[in-house]
């Protein structure tokens, strides 16, 4: 017997190697349930609380399904309820993720954000958020520096790609697209001036700019490629609840029916 490795993928990068800043990359988001619940019944137990406010949040991992950084995972949480709030009392973060999800439903179904027909209304109710386990989409990945020093600089989501943008086609199909940083290059060692050498006038106010195997969701989206390693720890798969009535019965992508 012999084991004959030649048909063996390409070893993974380094752990804690961040993905490059302004990498393109079809994205599956998995949720990572915390215990705390959510405003639909089936939400329960799905988000996770803030440490430091009460916000309520929903614990996302992002795997790159394609391309030269498959299998690769980063992490983020989104606001879904409380932490700062508005002139109206409206939760801001939440009013910054509710966005943020409408563009993943766009992104993954191919609709066009401009939209506004009764069928693609329909497409964006969510009976719960839970159903955005497993969305499919088009991502713009940016290098976000860590705001303190003894932590490590991290992956996040600059932007969601949108149909109506270049890069979402060739994104979904798995092709290699090229990257576009976001200014938010990791930190670097400062280096010892050479003799002589005197430092420019610095810009004050500059800023460095802040910013989930799929089921298919439709005929408008690529189907997914199915990952080539299970995720770490996942949670038991579930069957998720019926949509309560007056959620809209027809033109839902397949993942909202379960």
């Known amino acids: 017997m012999s084991y004959d490795l030649n048909d063996a993928q390409p070893q993974m990068a380094p752990i804690g190697e961040l993905i490059p800043d302004g990498t393109f990359a079809k ?49 983020q949480s989104f606001t879904v309820a409380g932490g700062k709030v508005d002139e109206k009392g409206q939760s801001i973060g939440w009013k910054i993720s509710k966005s943020t999800f409408r ?10 954000p401009r939209d506004e027909s009764p069928d693609a209304k329909a497409k964006r109710v969510l009976p719960g958020l839970k159903h955005l386990d497993g969305i499919v989409f088009a991502a713009r990945i940016m290098v976000e ?81 199915p990952p080539t390693q299970q995720p770490p720890a996942q949670q038991p798969a579930q069957t998720p609840p019926s949509p309560p009535s007056g959620a809209p019965a027809t033109g839902m992508p397949a993942w909202l029916n379960g």
């Open 103 to 112: 563009a993943m439903v766009d992104s993954a179904l191919g609709l066009d």
């Open 27 to 75: 994205v599956r988001l998995t949720v990572r349930p915390g215990g705390v619940d959510g405003a639909t019944p089936m939400d329960a137990k799905l988000l996770k609380a803030s440490q430091s406010s009460d916000a309520k949040m929903l614990d996302c991992e992002f795997t790159i399904l394609e391309g030269p950084h498959a299998r690769r995972k980063f992490w």
């Open 145 to 225: 520096p860590a705001s303190n020093p003894q932590y490590r600089d991290q992956n996040r989501i600059a932007n969601v790609v949108l149909p109506d943008e270049p890069q979402h086609a060739p994104t979904m199909r798995g092709e290699t697209v090229p990257p576009e940083p976001v200014n938010a290059p990791p930190r670097k060692a400062a280096s010892a001036p050479a003799p002589g050498w005197q430092a420019p006038t610095p810009a004050w106010g500059a800023q460095p700019q802040a910013p989930s195997a799929a089921q298919a969701w439709g005929a408008q989206a690529p189907a997914p490629q």
